[in-house]
C-alpha cells in the first residue's frame, strides 16, 4: 500500500480517545425517517451496483480464456514407438526433431526442413486430436513411429550412429525451433499434412490414392517443378513374368493368364497427373495403388517394357503415394528462394500457415 495515504485511515481512526463520540462521516448524525422515498434513496446505490457490475457468468468466461492463452505451452504427445514397442510421453517440439531427422535428409534447404517441421507438427496434433487417421494400429497412442502409417522417427544417439553429426542435427533443431507452434488450417481447421519423397513431376488428388477419402481441397495435383535431378525421381526394377504371376496368383487365386506378358499386362487408364488409375493382369483389374503395394514399387507412375519373353521391367517415376507436399520438391523450391510458408502454400492448395489455436 501507498504510505502517502496513511493521514486518510487516521482521520477515521478508531484508536481509542482520538475520535470519541464522533462521526466523521457526517451520514447518520440525525435519525432517518424510513419513508418511501428515504428507502428508495437508500436502496438505489445498491439498484446502481447491479446494473453496472457485469453480471457472474460473463466474469466467468473472461476468466476462462486468460489461462487458455497463457496455457500454450509445452504440449506433449503420445507416441508409440514401433521398434521398441513401447508407448511413451515425448514434448511435442522434441518428438518433431527426431521425426524431421528421420523424414527428410538434413542436407536439404533450410526452407524445405521447416517447412516439414510444420507438416510433422500438423501431422501429429491433428491425429492427437482424433482429427485424422486411428489409434488403433498404435495402442491407443497419438502417433507411432511406422512411416507407412504416420511418421518415420529417429533419436539423437541413432541419428548420430547412422551418419549425421551434432551440427546436422543443430541444423534440424533450429528448423523445429524457428516454426514452433506454427501449423497448417484449412476452413479453421488442421489440415491432413500427407507428403511424400518425390512426386515424378507432378503430386496427386487424394481421391486417386484413397477413393474412399474422397476430395479434399487442399490435397490436389499440382505441377512440381526440378524433381529430376534426385535419386529418388526415377526407378527400375526387373521382375520376371513368373514372379509377378506368383503374386497375382497368391491374392486372386482364380486369376487365369495368357502367359505372354505383353498380352496379360494392359494399362486400362491413368489419373490426371499420370499416374496408374487402373490396369488389367490376365483376367483381373486392379487399381494402379494395389499394384504397387503388390509388388513393392516405388509409385504408380509407371512405364513397361519386355527385356525377353519372361522379363518385365517396371519403370517407375517419383517415390511415395505423390499426395501433398514432394520432399524433393520442397528442397528445389528452397534452393530456389521460397519460403518455408510459401513451400507449404505451393502443395497445399489453398491453406493457411499460421500459430496452433488452443
Ligand atoms: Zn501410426
Known amino acids: 500500500m501507498d504510505r502517502r495515504n496513511y493521514g486518510v485511515y487516521r482521520r477515521y481512526s478508531k484508536k481509542p480517545g482520538i475520535n470519541k463520540g464522533k462521526d466523521y462521516t457526517g451520514l447518520f448524525r440525525e435519525r432517518i425517517p424510513l419513508t418511501p422515498e428515504n428507502i428508495f434513496l437508500l436502496i438505489l446505490p445498491l439498484l446502481l451496483m447491479l446494473i453496472l457490475v457485469p453480471p457472474p457468468k460473463d466474469v466467468v468466461a473472461e476468466q476462462a480464456e486468460i489461462p487458455i492463452e497463457e496455457n500454450v505451452e509445452p ?6 514407438y514401433n521398434n521398441d514397442s513401447v508407448i511413451d510421453k515425448a514434448d511435442l517440439e522434441e518428438y518433431l526433431i ?29 491425429r492427437a486430436r482424433g482429427l485424422y ?18 511418421q518415420s522417427w ?26 514452433k507452434n506454427i501449423v497448417m488450417t484449412y476452413a479453421g481447421q488442421l489440415i491432413n499434412p500427407l507428403y511424400h519423397s518425390n512426386s515424378g513431376g507432378a503430386t496427386e488428388s487424394i481421391e486417386a490414392v484413397w477413393s474412399n477419402l474422397g476430395e479434399v481441397p487442399y490435397l490436389k495435383s499440382v505441377y512440381s517443378p526440378d524433381e529430376s535431378v534426385y535419386n529418388e525421381f526415377e526407378g527400375s ?13 497368391n491374392k486372386y487365386p482364380k486369376v487365369e493368364f495368357k502367359n505372354d506378358p505383353t498380352q496379360d499386362l494392359e494399362i486400362i487408364s491413368y489419373t490426371s497427373s499420370g499416374r496408374i488409375e487402373k490396369i488389367r493382369l ?5 487399381p494402379g495403388t494395389e499394384l504397387r503395394e503388390l509388388l513393392n514399387l516405388p509409385s504408380t507412375n509407371l512405364e513397361f517394357s519386355f527385356p ?9 517415376k517419383g517415390f511415395g503415394h505423390g499426395v501433398g507436399m514432394s ?18 502454400e505451393f502443395y497445399y492448395t489453398g491453406i493457411s500457415v499460421e500459430e496452433l489455436r488452443h
Open 237 to 249: 526394377t526387373v521382375f520376371t513374368w513368373d514372379e509377378i504371376k506368383k503374386k497375382v496368383k
Open 98 to 126: 527426431g521425426v524431421v531427422a528421420a523424414e527428410m535428409p538434413h542436407s536439404y534447404n533450410q526452407e524445405a526442413l521447416k517447412a516439414q517441421a510444420v507438416a510433422a507438427r500438423t501431422f501429429a496434433v491433428s
Open 133 to 150: 487417421g486411428s489409434f488403433s494400429e498404435h495402442f491407443g497412442a497419438d502417433v507411432c513411429t511406422d512411416s507407412s502409417h504416420c
Open 308 to 316: 525377353d519373353e519372361n522379363s518385365v521391367e517396371i519403370i517407375s
Open 154 to 179: 529417429i533419436s539423437m544417439d541413432e541419428f548420430l550412429e547412422t551418419g549425421g553429426n551434432e551440427t546436422d542435427w543443430a541444423k534440424i533443431s533450429q528448423a523445429v525451433a524457428s516454426t
Open 75 to 80: 504440449i506433449s504427445i503420445v507416441v508409440f
Open 327 to 344: 520432399q524433393c520438391g520442397a528442397d528445389a523450391l528452397g534452393k530456389k528462394g521460397y519460403s518455408y510458408k510459401e513451400i507449404l
Open 282 to 286: 490376365g483376367s483381373i483389374e486392379m
